[in-house]
């Protein structure tokens, strides 16, 4: 903890006003009062105005999405992607001193402890540093209010941008996913088509299929089973959705619910983040 006091240092913002996206969001139409909400800056390019790159968090329930949209921001803005998901992962191959408890914590679908989260991203943050980062997006950290409160005592989180999807979608999401075996690339087979029912409006993703090289050697985590999906659904209600009330409280949170695949939902997102007009600037230089 005390890695994590000395890395991430306090920092001052000022505030702003920016879009919500919600579903009632309409690109004919401008959003309604209550569509606005305040909070923290987000200065064109993704810089604060000190200077430094952002400090943002993603938060949603498991498999909504995080690594993927909080991938291609960091790409965007030349900041790191921090997934504590992936760190864990990395310490549960590297058959380190923790594999062995965190493989059995992971495999039951539970929460790892703020203690071990916070040594792995303490130690993350650290080489980091070394190399020179600056800035971060955070995937998966803070997930409960004590990660919330450590976080808030050591820096200041510029946004948090939470992820929302219905639950039907998200449980066909994650038995969807698939990992080739051989290249690490990340895939779905699930084609998700929801009709529009009870004012909820229709949903379609399509699959994220492998190219034919990768087609034989797609493999399912061992933690994407239905029992173990839902059980992660009804912790993460139980224990994470007060920490989105936490960021609501500071004007910090950024509420967007996926209206589809990666393609819609990704240019709504940059719409919501005023970050439009820097993705037109980046592929117009490639």
């Not at 994590?4 to 579903?23: D, K």
């Not at 909070?39 to 995080?66: M, S, Y």
């Not at 979608?169 to 009709?195: E, F, M, P």
């Not at 399912?220 to 239905?226: F, G, L, Q």
Request: overall charge neutral; hydrophobic content about 35%; glycine content about 8%.
């Amino acid at each position: 903890m005390a890695v994590l006091g000395r890395l991430l240092r306090p920092r001052t913002t000022a505030l702003y006003t920016i879009r919500t996206f919600c579903s009632s969001y309409s690109t004919s139409s401008p959003p309604s009062s209550s569509e606005i909400a305040v909070i923290p800056p987000l200065p064109a390019f993704g810089k604060i105005t000190d200077g430094r790159n952002v400090q943002w968090v993603f938060l949603g329930c498991p498999g909504v999405g995080k690594g993927t949209y909080a991938s291609r921001l960091s790409k965007l803005l030349g900041v790191p992607h921090i997934a504590t998901g992936d760190l864990v992962r990395d310490e549960l191959s590297s058959k380190g001193p923790l594999s062995s408890q965190l493989a059995e914590i992971v495999n039951q679908g539970k929460l790892v402890s703020d203690e071990i989260i916070i040594n792995l991203l303490s130690q993350r943050l650290e080489a980091g540093e070394a190399k020179g980062e600056s800035g971060f997006i955070l995937d998966g950290f803070p997930r409960t209010i004590r990660q919330a409160e450590i976080l808030e005592g050591v820096t200041n989180i510029d946004l948090v941008i939470n992820l929302k999807l219905r639950e039907e979608a998200l449980l066909a999401k994650c038995l969807g996913r698939r990992t080739c075996s051989q290249c690490g690339g990340n895939y779905n087979v699930a084609c998700i088509d929801i009709k529009a029912d009870d004012g909820n409006p229709a949903m379609y993703m399509p699959p994220l299929l492998p190219p034919a090289n990768c087609a034989s050697k797609l493999i399912t985590r061992s933690d994407d089973t239905e029992e173990v999906v839902k059980e992660r659904l009804r912790i993460y209600n139980e224990k994470s959705r007060p920490v989105e009330e936490f960021y609501r409280m500071r004007g910090k949170l950024l509420e967007f619910d996926l209206p589809g695949g990666i393609p819609e939902s990704w240019t709504k997102l940059l719409q919501v983040l005023n970050l439009d007009d820097h993705e037109d600037k980046r592929s117009a230089a490639a």
